[in-house]
């Protein structure tokens, strides 16, 4: 088990797009388990290979309150069931640390992905769980929550990001 570093906005490789995993091997797996422990430290609720500078289209999230509930999406596919309800939450991000702001996605949507194991499956999630998601699939195509908010906003967050990474060199 290791646990990995965690790129940080506005760093441009989180704009990195993701390649599909060809086969779940013990490579793989072995990076979905560094994934949680990195994940489970922090804490954090999800975690894309992205954010730990590994373009793979690998996900690991946990919304339980007790880290009881790992789940695992490997080259996920999310199918929007109705594009008209939308739920707003209150969204943060490992590489964004101590930034949150509120975003609206798509509530109702069908998850495709594999397991650990290699197997697909089929999901369709609801509430924290289809938003995260959605938030985690983003950052597997270059895409942050900060894009969905106001330039401002981002440009704010950005500079004082900068300012905390330039005070820890
Ligand atoms: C994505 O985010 C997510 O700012 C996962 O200082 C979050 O695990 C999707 C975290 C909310 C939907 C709703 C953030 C930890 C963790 C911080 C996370 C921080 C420490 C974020
Ligand atoms: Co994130």
Not at 64 to 82: A, E, G, H, R
């Amino acid at each position: 088990m290791a646990k990995l570093e965690i790129l940080e906005f506005p760093d441009p490789r989180l704009r990195t797009v993701a390649k599909p995993v060809a086969e779940v091997n013990s490579r793989i797996r072995q990076l979905v388990d560094d994934m949680f422990e990195t994940m489970y430290a922090a804490p954090g609720v999800g975690l894309a290979a992205t954010q730990v500078n590994v373009h793979e289209r690998i996900v690991v999230i946990d919304v339980s309150d007790d880290q009881s509930q790992p789940m695992v999406f490997i080259n996920p596919q999310v199918t929007v069931l109705d594009e008209e309800t939308l739920l707003p939450y209150d969204e943060g991000c490992l590489s964004v640390p101590g930034f949150y702001e509120t975003v609206e996605r798509p509530e109702k949507v069908r998850v495709e992905a594999l397991g650990r194991d290699g197997e697909p499956f089929t999901l369709e999630p609801d509430g924290l769980l289809a938003v995260c998601i959605q938030h985690e699939l983003d950052h597997l195509n270059g895409k942050l929550f900060v894009d969905y908010i106001s330039p401002m906003k981002r440009s704010r967050i950005r500079k004082k990001l900068e300012k905390q990474h330039r005070l820890q060199a």
